[in-house]
């Protein structure tokens, strides 16, 4: 270990700054006077139901889905109740039920399993690669005769590498549903991300780039994707007169509620500006740092640059960077750290690999029309493991200033000097 010039907080040194870093909730910090407006007007009118009310009205709901689908150039966006009801309602729009598995990356919030297993599909959980999304690599070896399609997860603002999960998925005639959860508004080659798959599924909850708190949406550029996450998201029908004489699929309620639907007008309003302040400020905070082994994204030009990682060499010198910033006021993190039980790490979804289910009989594991046989173990995918654990997070906060992001090259180059990291 080598002395660096300036003495690291940790070890008694000055901290490089005198305050955490803001929170990160990016559009939910910025819930202001227009919020406030748009959530008046809709009490004031009492129309807090998309379908009807004390008053005729136009719904925020339908507003949202028209301006959602004209602003990400896709043909149908459908608002749902959650991200998680948008992965299931995409699930289910898709035809993928009993008897078919579905590929998940390891690494994702445990919401994109779960969904698969209440669509009462099988989830096959598969290695990421250095951009922390699914690798492709690993995604061809667990196809099987059951494979019904991928869940490629855009992590942490990064596309995934989808021209060759497209071309996997053409090859072995797969659906693809993107989880879009954690980077509305990313793209890839040009494209946004949901929109390149067969069905996207975005989420609006508090954490989330925009948010109505909670929420979520399915957007699809095919009709009839479209007519079969509608009726499945609304048992009650109130699509009906879409489709007369058909009989539909039975379904659950997943709609959005005009108080979120007027939140996510004034969001969506907000979301490029959001997304050039956080990739500006990314600009700023890697040009100021040399020497360090920054995750691998597959299209820079299309990060919602959420936050930045890097790699260390080994798990260990990774917890004791990722302390020594936080001693800064920096804070960091590790993905992987043994001691914290975060369920965006497959390890940690202990009843999954438990293969734990709601009903005794143990569908859709051991359900008849299921031939395949998935194996779960902790060990089953050190790839992930091992980059996970040697991988240092920084969230960007869009309301970090420039000097903020000066005060964290500052503290980052300390602590890797001090750590012999960096010259
Ligand atoms: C990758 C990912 N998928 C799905 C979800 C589920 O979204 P929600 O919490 O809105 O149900 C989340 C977030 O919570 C997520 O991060």
Redesign the pocket.
């Known amino acids: 270990m080598s002395v660096g010039k300036d003495k690291p907080a940790l070890f008694g040194g000055a901290p490089a700054r005198t305050k955490p870093i803001p929170p990160m909730f990016p559009g939910g910090m910025e819930i202001g006077s227009e919020e406030k407006a748009a959530v008046m007007e809709v009490l004031d009118e009492r129309t807090l139901f998309r379908y009807y009310g004390p008053t005729d009205f136009v719904s925020r709901v339908s507003r949202l889905e028209e301006e959602f689908a004209a602003h990400f150039r896709v043909r149908y966006a459908l608002a749902v109740s959650?991200?998680?009801a948008a992965?299931i309602t995409a699930l289910v729009a898709l035809g993928i039920g009993p008897g078919d598995e579905v590929i998940v990356p390891a690494y994702?919030?445990i919401?994109?399993v779960t969904a698969v297993l209440a669509a009462r599909a099988i989830p096959v959980i598969v290695e990421v690669d250095e951009s922390l999304t699914l690798d492709p690599s690993a995604l061809e070896d667990k196809l099987t005769p059951y494979t019904k399609a991928i869940m490629p997860?855009h992590?942490r603002g990064a596309p995934c590498a989808m021209e060759q999960i497209m071309e996997i998925a053409r090859r072995h005639d797969l659906k693809v549903i993107e989880?879009v959860?954690?980077a509305t508004g990313g793209t890839y080659a040009g494209k946004r991300l949901g929109t390149i798959g067969h069905v996207g599924a975005f989420?609006l909850?508090l954490h989330k780039i925009i948010t109505t708190g909670?929420g979520?949406m399915v957007v699809t550029d095919e009709q009839s994707f479209f007519y079969r996450a509608r009726m499945y998201h609304d048992s009650a029908g109130f699509w009906r007169m879409e489709h007369p004489g058909e009989l539909p699929i039975p379904g659950v309620n997943y709609r959005m509620s005009e108080i979120a639907g007027a939140l996510g007008l004034v969001q969506l309003g907000r979301l490029e500006d959001l997304l050039a302040r956080m990739r500006r400020l990314k600009a700023r905070l890697k040009a100021g740092l040399e020497g360090l082994h920054f995750r691998r994204i597959n299209d820079e030009a299309g990060d919602a640059a959420v936050c930045l990682v890097f790699y260390l060499p080994e798990a260990d010198l990774a917890q004791q960077v990722a302390a020594a910033l936080k001693a800064e006021n920096v804070g960091a993190s590790v993905l992987y750290d043994p001691d914290v039980p975060n369920w965006h790490v497959y390890i940690n979804w202990k009843h999954i690999l438990a293969q734990k289910t709601v009903t005794d009989e143990g569908c859709p594991y051991r359900c008849p029309l299921y031939q395949g046989e998935v194996k779960y173990a902790p060990d089953m995918c050190p790839q992930t493991l091992d980059l996970l654990s040697r991988a240092v997070h920084l969230d960007i906060s869009p309301l970090l200033t420039d000097d903020d992001v000066d005060q964290i090259i500052e503290a980052i180059n300390k602590v890797c000097r001090w750590y012999g990291l960096i010259p």
Request: aromatic content about 6%; glycine content about 12%; overall charge negative.
């Open positions: 959650s991200g998680t992965l994702t919030f919401a994109s997860v992590m989880d959860a954690q989420s909850q909670e979520g």
